[in-house]
């Protein structure tokens, strides 16, 4: 690796600079939203190339690095932070039998002895800190940034496995149980279709869970809701692997503290095991890297930790991670399935993606029966073929991935894949958007179902025009065809056109021979599939030609969400210009820069006769977006969409606002002004809070430098409340954020 390293420090720092801002993203994502974007691989090489330039030009280093501090983050909106007696440390990982020796040598050669080590699996759920004071549980806080975690004592009571009151007697003044909660895989199942059926969010994976569950809040909930918060809670499960602030244990191994906190009554595991040697532990490692299904928790490696605790004194610590322990991380999770298809969809841009169609499996902790193969070059690349046994893995355990075909066990059955040249939905000659590109697009931008369904959807999406009736069911209601009745809509341009009428064109009156009474459905068979229909079918009952006679009168019948489709389609037309130039689908224009458009020109208008300069010189636009922007009003089908949804009255222009590069002018209160919110803010959300700064004119930033006018703080705000202080920025409680926002500065 040392020789693709750029031996310029300045490289080597925007490399390390973009790794850490990236790896701090990744964290953000992983402990405060429950979401993986990479997979753990992807993860743990960003940690090990930063801490590689790190260790190159120390320059580099810093306290607050990734390499040197754990993930997570103490300051959440949830719950109330809470300090722990002794910081909760991270472990560092090793990825092959090697390195664990390697590892092992050095603890050998430090210790100047042999060691025991005991081994154990590493849980895959989250971590916590049990605080017992004179064998009470008087705190449960989840790790947060190993300083600060969030107090999660109630939810934590509510776990059968934990101990309120330890058992046994003799029992320290103080002493920290660090553990993993987690969701038992056998229960995973059960608790998804029962979260499916009332609606509720599915999980990704136990982990996501666990989280999940551990992390709820009580308040605001019905009683409906809260039971099934508690039964949520009752079914996590904690194990106990290390202790925390404890003076003067009466134990002198890890083993031996297990098992004192097991006749305690603590939960610990029974998969542990002392050995006498390195090889002992690499045993360990390969045994249960066949056996990962065969315990009720998710397995993400082993654990080694050296058993004698006063040689983890002698080896100490890192700032992130003890040096009497590591992680043995195993392979992504891959198993074989059936490839059975390879086909291709077209998405709103008109990208046509083949993507392999599986038997469906289980893999890294969830069902997977579809995964992209990008484009026919990835498809040559992998060397599949339709009917292959394939072998599959969720990378992150997020994105499935295929990663190639197991050539043994062809049968001569299987087939080649070919692109169609064609596109698949409405038929026109698929090309790439300009020579040399790989990915094949279908050019019929403005009719092709596909692509006006996914524009269609957009323009419903929060981000957009935020229309609740208009998701991707009746988005694709409305725009695909359905033989021998046209679509409501060809294009979006007759959107705020839709009458009741257009929306059941074939919408009919049949009366039930039985009761005589008038029931809805379609005329014809076939075309009663669309979702749209078929939603309204199920509310009616299924249409059973033999028990209804068809009137022959065609009538058009409301039906509720057609006519919230339309009410909301009408108070559409008057949201912010900003939704409206985010429902235009213009490339690279989202909210952000959307937002900064409306602001600086206050109409459509004025954004179509700006110079690209003009443009690409407002704050949040820059050079790629003003050409997007340029590029689609010189689209004639483009400008019958502004022209029809003006003449429909949709509201091009923000009413007040005086012209060009006047929004320090028109900004409202807070124009010119750049604010920091933090922390709970009570009657806020953390995006209310940062939506209410735009709306009054301000800036809302996400970090606190001199530049900053204003910290809004509240409970749980952290190192922004402390670089405030310190850069003698005014801060402002919720009481004084309310105000500043109603009256300005000048309110204060
Ligand atoms: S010992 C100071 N043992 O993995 C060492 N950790 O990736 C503390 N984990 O933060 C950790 N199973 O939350 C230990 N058997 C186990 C574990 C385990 C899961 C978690 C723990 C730690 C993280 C590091």
Known sequence: MANDIADDLTQAGAEAKDLTTRVLELRDAYYERDTVLVSDEEYDAMIRRLAELERLFPELQSQDSPTQTVGGRAQTTLFAPVEHAERMLSLDNVFSIEEFEAWAARVERDAGRRVDYLCELKIDGLAINLRYENGVLTSAATRGDGVVGEDVTENVRAIASIPTRLAGSGHPPLVEVRGEVFFPVAAFAELNAAQAELGERIFANPRNAASGSLRQKAEGKTEAQL????????????????????????????????????????????????????????????????????VEHEIDGIVIKVDELALHDELGATSRAPRWAIAFKYPPEQVNTKLLDIVVSVGRTGRATPFAVMEKVRVAGS??????????????????????????????????????????????????????????????????????????????AEFCPAQVWGRVEHIGS???????????????????????????????????????????????VVRDAETG????????EPKTDTPFRRKRQKKDGPFDP?????????????????????????????????????????????????????????????????????????????????????????????????????????????????????EESVGGVLSGLTVVATGTLEGFTREGAQEAIIAAGGKAASSVSKNTDFVAAGPGAGSKLAKAEQLGIPILDADGFRLLLEGGPAAL
């Open 227 to 294: 039971a099934l918060m508690r039964s949520r809670l009752s079914r996590l499960r904690m194990l106990v692997h290390g202790i925390g602030a404890w003076a003067n244990p009466p134990v002198d191994s890890q083993s031996k503290t297990y098992e004192l906190l097991a006749e305690w009554g603590l939960p610990t595991s029974t998969h542990y095991r002392v050995v006498d040697s390195a090889t002992g532990a690499s045993e360990f490692i390969r045994y249960y890297g066949e056996h990962r299904d065969s």
């Open 367 to 444: 069902e997977v029966r579809q995964a992209t193969l990008h484009n026919q070059d990835v498809v040559k690349a992998k060397g599949v073929l339709i009917g292959d046994t394939v072998v599959l893995r969720k990378a992150g355990d997020v994105i499935p991935e295929v990663l190639g075909p197991v050539i043994e066990l062809r049968d001569g059955t299987e087939r080649e894949f070919v692109m169609p040249e064609l596109c698949p939905v409405c038929g026109a000659r698929l090309a790439p958007a300009k020579e040399g590109d790989v990915d094949l697009r279908c050019p019929n």
């Open 546 to 662: 033999g028990a209804a006679e068809f009137t022959g009168d065609a009538e058009y019948v409301p039906s509720k969400n057609a006519e919230e489709l339309l009410a909301n389609l009408e108070a559409a037309k008057t949201k912010p210009l900003w939704r409206i130039l985010v429902a235009l689908n213009i490339r690279h224009v989202g909210p952000v820069a959307a937002r900064a458009l409306a602001n600086h020109f206050g109409s459509l208008d004025a954004i179509r006769s700006a110079r690209r300069e003009e443009l690409a010189e407002v704050d949040g636009v820059g050079g790629i977006i003003a050409d997007a922007v340029l590029d689609w009003f010189t689209v004639e089908w483009h400008l019958e969409i502004v022209e029809r949804w003006g003449a429909a009255g949709v509201q091009f222009a923000t009413p007040g606002h005086p012209g060009p590069g006047s």
């Open 517 to 524: 009474l008038p029931r809805l459905t379609d005329t014809g």
């Open 462 to 508: 929060r981000g957009a025009l935020d229309v609740e009736a208009l998701g991707e069911v009746a988005a694709a209601a409305l725009t695909q065809p359905l033989e021998p009745a046209d679509p409501p809509l060809h294009t979006e341009a007759a959107l705020f056109d839709l009458r009741m009428p257009d929306i059941f064109p074939v919408t009919v």
